[in-house]
């Protein structure tokens, strides 16, 4: 932008991403792009790290000309020379004022974007930075903004924000590192057709997800009823995007036309992966992949989308073991960033390669982690719930405790996502982690009592919260009631004295034991690095970014102060809080939590 003219290539990509990463705009990237397109779009462009084409672009003012890319260097080349010998004009970005708006109202748009800004993200405070370097440059001159930019950037970097988001940033694309797959020199094969079994939420999410990379899909259900429902799924999630004028009408008829709908299994003959999404039924599932062994090539993937149930089981009736992978997706599957992909022991290095290719070209981050209960994500996070209905049961306000999170920076507290989740999946999750892990595993019977009530959650529209049509949340005083029943068959509150604790307190006691299982996780060689639980919780469960991750976050509060603190509250309330071996050897001798483990055997 400080050049005197730029030409772009059709399609190219402008953007200023710098807030993603906890920075700022530099190189007067604050003073010189709101001079060149107007401070609205400039605003939009650097708060939302929100990207432009370059035919937009010159519109706007920002590019001078888009050619062809055989042209480009040449084209650049006459214009170089053109503004030389002053054949056109000798432009200064730095100061042009035509584009922006009259002082008053730059002042308007300023202070409507910092209102913005604070709703967005209440707890960064570098696009609040970045606005005041902004202002600076308009009401003082930018040479006064380009030595704030400086002096504000200088500080930003060093900020814990900073260091949190490039943590993130890094993080992501070391996921694409597995020693044994990714470092043996395998190629992904190419996958030209997926068949998806199911077409329930996860099933028509994932399908959707699929055909919007180009990918034909094959929807298999059991009946032409539950077809035709998966279908319409696909194509609402479709038309969502229509209306919110993401996508043409003729862009929709093309891509629903990729997906083709079946009752059996006559067109598997040709399909090249298969992603299994139906009820966690276990049973169900070993019949389908006998059935898929049948079916399908020899060189099929035969992947399933179970969040708990351990693969080998899922197999056990097969010959096919090796061929046999986890893709783990989030809900809505279509939108959800993240995929888990879970190898067993069998599964093949060449599986893996597969599926973490169509894994990127769906727009997903995927993670390898080893096969247990619940895997990485589901197993790290199953605290998170259990946490929060202990703290209930001692006394705390349910919405008091959401409250305390959110101000945190989770996108929802764990009772409202106990909510959206659905009360007979949350028992049904409970169980298997109560019949793996007994010892640590805390038994409320608040969501229970509440279900003997009919009231499951968001789909009852009742559950700890009340909702109306539009799915808008709103307390329930109703709920006291279910919770004094919890709270007398748990007998935790002594002398009927309930628990005082900060909302630092409640932010500690749910997640220190969602620290205390990511040790276990990565203990036990679930996962090689501590980075990919600090990615599956950001894309998966909704960790904020700019705290780095649950590790990350972790690492900078200090092992030994986390297992001092599990260690009292594991002494009043029980094994629940009690610290593994991992965080009592890293408290012992000082060492990060996401240093790289040793010792331990990958299950990868």
Same mark, same amino acid.
């Given at each position: 932008m400080a050049c005197h003219g730029r030409i772009a290539a059709p399609q190219a990509q402008l953007g200023l991403p710098e807030l993603q990463l906890g920075v700022i705009p530099g190189?007067?990237?604050?003073?010189?792009?709101?001079?060149?397109?107007?401070?609205?779009?400039?605003?939009?462009?650097?708060?939302?790290?929100?990207?432009?084409?370059?035919?937009?672009?010159?519109?706007?003012?920002?590019?001078?000309?888009?050619?062809?890319?055989?042209?480009?260097?040449?084209?650049?080349?006459?214009?170089?020379?053109?503004?030389?010998?002053?054949?056109?004009?000798?432009?200064?970005?730095?100061?042009?004022?035509?584009?922006?708006?009259?002082?008053?109202?730059?002042?308007?748009?300023?202070?409507?974007?910092?209102?913005?800004?604070?709703?967005?993200?209440?707890n960064l405070k570098h696009p609040l930075v970045c606005l005041d370097v902004i202002e600076e440059g308009i009401v003082s001159g930018p040479m006064a903004g380009l030595l704030k930019e400086v002096s504000s950037f200088q500080q930003l970097l060093h900020s814990d924000t900073a260091k949190s988001l490039i943590h993130v940033f890094f993080a992501q694309r070391s996921t694409s590192k597995v020693p044994g797959v990714t470092d043996v020199g395998l190629n992904p094969r190419r996958v030209r057709k997926v068949a998806v079994i199911g077409g329930g939420l996860m099933g028509s999410g994932i399908a959707t997800a699929l055909i919007l990379s180009g990918y034909p899909v094959i929807l298999k259900e059991v009946n032409d009823k539950f077809l035709q429902s998966g279908l319409e799924r696909i194509k609402a999630n479709l038309q969502s995007r229509v209306n919110k004028g993401k996508m043409s009408q003729e862009k929709f008829e093309k891509i629903l036309s990729l997906v083709q709908g079946t009752v059996d299994y006559e067109n598997f003959r040709n399909v090249d992966m298969v992603i299994e999404a139906v009820i966690e039924n276990v049973a169900l599932k070993q019949q389908i992949f006998s059935d898929l062994e049948k079916h399908c090539p020899s060189h099929c993937v035969l992947a399933t989308n179970t969040s708990t149930i351990d693969l080998n089981l899922i197999g056990q009736k097969t010959n096919s073991q090796d061929r046999i992978v986890g893709a783990h997706f989030f809900s809505p599957a279509h939108i959800m960033p993240l995929l888990e992909i879970v190898r067993t022991e069998k599964t093949s290095p060449q599986v893996i390669v597969d599926?973490?290719?169509?894994?990127?070209?769906?727009?997903?981050?995927?993670?390898? !982690?080893?096969?247990? +209960? @619940?895997?990485?994500?589901?197993?790290? =996070?199953?605290?998170?719930?259990?946490?929060? &209905? %202990?703290?209930?049961?001692?006394?705390?306000?349910?919405?008091?405790?959401?409250?305390?999170?959110?101000?945190?920076?989770?996108?929802?507290?764990?009772?409202?996502?106990?909510?959206?989740?659905?009360?007979? !999946?949350?028992?049904? +999750? @409970?169980?298997?982690?109560?019949?793996? =892990?007994?010892?640590?595993?805390?038994?409320? &019977? %608040?969501?229970?009592?509440?279900?003997?009530?009919?009231?499951?959650?968001?789909?009852?529209?009742?559950?700890?919260?009340?909702?109306?049509?539009?799915?808008?949340?709103?307390?329930?005083?109703?709920?006291?009631?279910?919770?004094?029943?919890?709270?007398?068959?748990?007998?935790?509150?002594?002398?009927?004295?309930?628990?005082? &604790?900060?909302?630092?307190?409640?932010?500690?006691?749910v997640f220190f034991p969602v620290v205390n299982e990511a040790c276990r996780v990565l203990g036990e060689g679930i996962t090689v690095q501590a980075s990919d639980l600090d990615i599956a919780s950001v894309m998966g469960m909704g960790f904020p970014p700019y705290r780095g991750g649950v590790m990350f976050w972790a690492d900078s509060l200090g092992s030994n102060y986390i297992y001092s603190k599990l260690k009292i509250w594991a002494e009043s309330y029980g094994d629940f809080f009690k610290p593994c071996p991992f965080l009592e050897e890293r408290a012992a001798t000082g060492s990060k939590l996401s240093a790289p483990v040793k010792s331990i055997k990958s299950r990868l």
């Open positions: 190189f007067g990237g604050t003073q010189r792009l709101p001079r060149l397109v107007g401070l609205s779009k400039a605003l939009e462009m650097i708060l939302l790290s929100k990207p432009i084409k370059s035919e937009e672009a010159s519109e706007l003012g920002l590019v001078d000309a888009v050619v062809p890319p055989v042209e480009l260097l040449n084209t650049a080349r006459r214009w170089a020379l053109d503004i030389a010998e002053f054949r056109r004009p000798w432009i200064r970005s730095l100061y042009r004022t035509d584009k922006l708006e009259p002082l008053g109202e730059a002042r308007e748009i300023l202070k409507f974007a910092r209102i913005q800004a604070q709703k967005r993200a209440a599926l973490m290719d169509v894994g990127k070209k769906i727009k997903k981050t995927p993670i390898v !982690v080893g096969n247990c +209960t @619940g895997f990485a994500v589901n197993r790290m =996070f199953f605290p998170y719930t259990q946490s929060a &209905l %202990l703290l209930t049961d001692l006394g705390l306000d349910v919405y008091r405790i959401d409250k305390a999170i959110t101000s945190f920076g989770m996108p929802m507290g764990p009772f409202r996502l106990a909510d959206l989740v659905g009360f007979e !999946v949350a028992v049904a +999750t @409970g169980m298997q982690y109560l019949e793996h =892990f007994p010892e640590r595993v805390y038994k409320s &019977l %608040l969501i229970p009592i509440m279900l003997e009530d009919k009231r499951a959650g968001e789909k009852t529209r009742k559950g700890f919260y009340l909702y109306d049509d539009r799915r808008k949340a709103r307390p329930d005083p109703e709920i006291k009631k279910y919770i004094e029943k919890s709270r007398s068959m748990a007998g935790l509150i002594a002398d009927g004295k309930p628990i005082s &604790l900060t909302d630092k307190d409640i932010v500690e006691m």
